[in-house]
């Protein structure tokens, strides 16, 4: 098993940061899968 690390001064951003992107692109992805589907119709 790989086991996988990271330093901490590599981060530039913090955790809530992260966790904001990582939200952030998901809803623009969703929100480009709904337009994509309605215009479909």
């Known amino acids: 098993m790989e086991q996988i690390t ?6 530039a951003i913090g955790p809530r940061d ?7 692109t998901g ?9 994509e589907a309605e215009v479909a119709k």
């Open 6 to 11: 990271a330093k901490t001064e590599t981060l």
């Open 27 to 35: 809803a623009q992805q969703m929100l480009a899968q709904a337009v």
């Open 18 to 24: 992260v966790l904001g992107e990582i939200l952030k």
